[in-house]
Structures are given as C-alpha cells and as structure tokens.
C-alpha cells in the first residue's frame, strides 16, 4: 500500500459524540486490518460537548443509532471490530438473541450458555457495543440490576431504564 494511501486510511479513525434521548454517545471507528470497523460505543452525559462524525462508517453508526431512538424495531447493520474473550463473545451472542420486548435474568442467561451469574454481569459491563449488544435487556433477578458496572442508581441506570421503556419492557 502507498504511503500516501495509508496515512489517509489512519486519519479515518474518529471518535465522535452524537445526541441521545439520554444523554450522547460516543462512537469510535478504527481501521482494523484494512477495514473501517466500529471499535466502541459509550454512554456519556448529556453535557459532554458534541462532536460531528468525520468518516462514513461514523456517519452510519449515527444514522442507525438515531433510527433506533425513533424506532426500537430498527436492526443494526455495522461492522464491528471482533473484541472480547470467548465467553464474554458467548454472553453477548446470547443476548442479542434477546427478542425485542423482552428480558432475561442474569441467572437465566447463565443457566443456557453454562456459566454463572456474576460472570455474565461482568461481560455485560464489559460490552464495548451497547444498544447493539443489548445487555440492558438483561436484568437482576431482585429487580433492575446493575448496568455497565454501576450498582447504584445513576446515569447508566437512568440509560438502562429508559432504554427498557424504548423496547416496552417496563
């Protein structure tokens, strides 16, 4: 590859923050062995400054996102970079198969995958794709639960439960 033509494909990583009904986003996009792929979707509070998308990819992963928040039906189609140990990739195939609507217990989703519990928690709070990976589908046993490694009631609850309300669960 001329250098010319790879120094224009590194200076397509981007790491921009979009508005949510929740708050904002932060999207980040890298090159991954030649191809422009999604790396990571944040939660972020609603004063984190805004910053357009620079490439296509970011630009896509915004327009999904948006048609999402306007409609819960609405299905992902991105590339996104393979992250994750095999059991954190097993819990989250496993909760993308969470239909719409509905929810699972921690308990639930270790019981069909062989693991337990608080391991599938910490894989839930290590979810780099959130929204995508629809971990706040799943939910403590006793109510709620944590979300994205808070157990106290807070910005990623509040995500959680209106993300959950979005979908008709609550």
Same mark, same amino acid.
């Given at each position: ?29 890298? #090159?991954?062995?030649?191809? $422009?792929?999604? =790396? +990571?979707?944040?939660?972020?509070? *609603?004063?984190?400054?805004? /910053?357009? @998308? ?40 496993? #909760?993308?198969?969470?239909? $719409?609507?509905? =929810? +699972?217990?921690?308990?639930?989703? *270790?019981?069909?995958?062989? /693991?337990? @519990? ?40 509040? #995500?959680?439960?209106?993300? $959950? ?6």
């Amino acid at each position: 590859m001329a250098p010319s033509k790879k120094s224009s494909l590194a200076k397509s990583a981007d790491y921009c923050v979009i508005e949510a009904p929740f708050g904002r986003l932060g999207i980040l996009t890298e #090159i991954v062995d030649g191809s $422009l792929m999604l =790396s +990571r979707v944040d939660y972020l509070s *609603a004063n984190t400054p805004l /910053s357009p @998308p620079q490439n296509q990819l970011a630009k896509e992963v915004a327009k999904q996102c948006k048609a999402y928040f306007k409609d819960p039906h609405f299905q992902f189609d991105l590339p996104m970079k393979p992250l994750g140990t095999a059991h954190q990739q097993k819990v989250w195939k496993r #909760i993308r198969e969470i239909p $719409l609507g509905q =929810s +699972r217990t921690y308990g639930e989703v *270790a019981k069909a995958i062989k /693991s337990g @519990p608080r391991a599938v928690g910490t894989a839930c709070g290590a979810n780099p794709y959130p929204l995508i990976t629809p971990c706040h589908r799943v939910l403590s046993a006793q109510g709620i639960g944590g979300f994205m490694k808070e157990n106290v009631p807070g910005l990623y609850r509040e #995500i959680k439960t209106w993300l $959950l309300r979005h979908e008709g669960v609550l």
